[in-house]
């Protein structure tokens, strides 16, 4: 009997052994899967720490020049053509929005091309420019990425450049299927976006880089922003029937629009109305001579000119004195293409530069962190999501280049 268990076990450990080796030489298949940061030393190496300096470089909007000027001189030492479109200084009324000591003297946008022709099938673009205040660049734990830019937009800029590398180094793209444009002044309008219309360039995609979770957006809301103005008669608190407050002519306002109602859609929801910015008066014991607000309205449904109109009425029922300033840049509810497969897909309530880019081609919104810590004090993302973002503007690329 003891001889007998001892063949049988024999027997099975040559058939256990033998099957294991004939697995191990057989071809595995490929599981896609997220993408582990330490499966990537090339991208460990060239992303995270491209990602590193832009965040490290203030780039608040209307003063850009030196994010630029970093960013030209690295795409020229990887062998990028590299063209500078100068933009002109932020409106005097966005000024307080900038950096303290802001230097406007040189804002441009970068197109950027691996190869001879300038003008390619696909493009890859997002902006440089970022809210205030500027925060630099930390490393928390578990490999969360800290800093102003870190998400919006740093994160797709970084990416973008590292997806054009890699899919040339593999040969999966020609050196002339993919150019690279980085605007300014997003945040604050579109004027850098608005600017590259004069490129005269046409292409069949482009892939626009905004904060979406890593799924395609289907599409956003659109926008409208405007100022309301009270004027009133300066004098002392201490009389106020010697003067006129232009603050109590503005808060009237402000109430009336609070209560209006503005289009919905099923798609995007409510139309919402923010009163961003409200400033007035001089002191409490002075009665204020100039009062504003300024108010943005994104839109869920209809147009610009339904809601400019809604917005006339409520106000002009209150005082007809009051003035109106409408902002240029105001759009309806934006359509973005989201038929990539192998996309969990979206619309996000925020505002993009899709709408500020002229032509007929197709348009993709798509890119690694989260809106909802954007502008933020703690605005960051998790290290892993870069490499999954490369991987997916990938897909997006030989997705665009194949149809």
């Excluded at 902006?127 to 490999?143: A, K, S």
């Excluded at 209809?302 to 902002?327: H, M, R, Y």
């Excluded at 989201?338 to 530069?353: A, C, I, K, L, W």
């Amino acid at each position: 009997m003891l001889i007998i268990q001892w063949l049988v076990h024999c027997a099975l450990t040559f058939a256990t052994t033998t099957f294991s080796h004939y697995i191990q030489s057989q071809p595995r298949p490929q599981i896609e899967r997220p993408i582990r940061l330490e499966e990537s030393e090339l991208s460990k190496d060239s992303l995270f720490s491209l990602h590193q300096n832009l965040i490290n470089i203030e780039s608040i909007s209307g003063n850009e020049q030196t994010v630029g000027e970093f960013l030209e001189a690295y795409l020229k030492s990887h062998n990028y053509t590299v063209e500078r479109q100068y933009v002109d200084p932020l409106p005097t009324s966005l000024q307080d929005f900038r950096a303290e000591e802001p230097n406007q003297k040189q804002r441009f946008n970068l197109l950027a091309y691996p190869g001879e022709n300038r003008q390619t099938p696909v493009l890859l673009s997002s902006h440089l420019d970022t809210v205030p205040p500027h925060y630099g660049h930390e490393i928390h734990e578990h490999d969360q990425i800290w800093g102003r830019g870190s998400v919006d937009a740093k994160a797709a800029v970084s990416c973008m450049i590292q997806t054009s590398q890699e899919l040339l180094a593999s040969r999966q793209i020609s050196p002339n299927d993919v150019s690279l444009l980085f605007v300014v002044g997003e945040e604050t309008g579109g004027d850098g976006m608005r600017r590259a219309n004069d490129l005269q360039l046409k292409w069949e995609t482009v892939i626009f880089g905004e904060p979406t979770e890593l799924k395609l957006a289907s599409g956003h809301k659109g926008i409208l922003i405007f100022t309301v103005k009270a004027h009133g008669k300066a004098g002392h608190s201490g009389y106020p029937w010697l003067g006129q407050s232009a603050n109590h002519l503005l808060v009237p306002a402000l109430v009336a629009l609070q209560k209006l109602e503005f289009p919905s859609s099923q798609k995007y929801g409510n139309s919402t109305l923010n009163i961003g910015r409200i400033s007035g008066g001089v002191a409490a014991n002075v009665i204020a001579e100039e009062a504003r607000a300024e108010i943005g309205i994104r839109i869920a449904a209809g147009s610009p000119g339904i809601v400019k109109k809604l917005v006339s009425d409520a106000v002009k029922a209150v005082d007809e004195n009051l003035d109106l300033d409408f902002s240029e840049g105001s759009y309806p509810p934006v359509y973005i293409d989201s038929d990539v497969d192998g996309f969990e897909t979206t619309t996000v309530n925020y505002g993009t530069d899709i709408p500020n880019l002229n032509g007929k081609h197709k348009r993709y919104l798509y890119g690694p962190g989260s809106i909802l810590v954007a502008h933020s004090d703690h605005e960051h993302l998790k290290a892993s999501q870069l490499l999954i973002a490369v991987e997916g503007y990938k897909r997006l690329v030989r997705s665009a280049l194949k149809s």
